[in-house]
């Protein structure tokens, strides 16, 4: 995988290189212990941005690995769709299925809690999902994502449905 998400401003990123190599990101340095572990910290500040490192072993050899990371934007995957009429926050469904569409970054697990119920459903390679709920219920409908960084579910959108 050359993409690395993250909800994180830093992120940490360990590895191994040939025992005695040299490695380089942006031209400087990294130190590489004896075993060839090393660990780079990495502030992130952009929504997306490259990491580009080279190894050189000893030999005059050269490895070159190049990685983009994302930092998720919570607005960006925050836009919901629905075939439900929304008011202040609450979800008015005359017709079922109640369909919830969406937009996330790609192949991104989105966890929907309606009432009691629990639906998973992952974005496509572009970014899109979608859900039809058969079941009316007058609940709570709460749609999160998890965080790349430690699976922990973030809500980006809370609901109430009701009948109209």
Do not use: C
Not at 12 to 39: C, D, M, P, Q
Not at 41 to 66: F, M, V
Not at 128 to 157: R, Y
Request: net charge positive.
């Amino acid at each position: 995988n050359t993409v690395i998400y993250t909800m994180k401003n830093k992120i940490r990123l360990e590895g191994e290189t040939e025992s005695g190599a040299t490695l380089y990101h942006e031209g400087k340095s990294i130190a590489v212990n004896k075993a060839g572990k090393f660990v780079l910290l990495l502030p992130i500040n952009q929504e997306k941005q490259k990491l580009s490192l080279e190894a050189k072993d000893q030999a005059g050899n050269r490895e070159r690995l190049a990685l983009d990371i994302v930092k998720y934007d919570l607005k960006k995957i925050g836009t919901i769709r629905t075939n439900a009429k929304l008011r202040e926050n609450a979800l008015f469904v005359s017709n079922m299925p109640l369909q919830i569409y969406g937009k996330a970054y790609p192949y991104q697990k989105i966890m929907i809690r309606y009432g009691k119920t629990d639906y998973a459903v992952n974005s496509d390679a572009e970014g899109n999902w979608a859900i039809a709920i058969q079941e009316f219920e007058q609940a709570s409908l709460t749609i999160s994502i998890f965080s790349p960084d430690d699976g922990s579910p973030v809500t980006i959108k809370s609901f109430s449905v009701k009948k109209p």
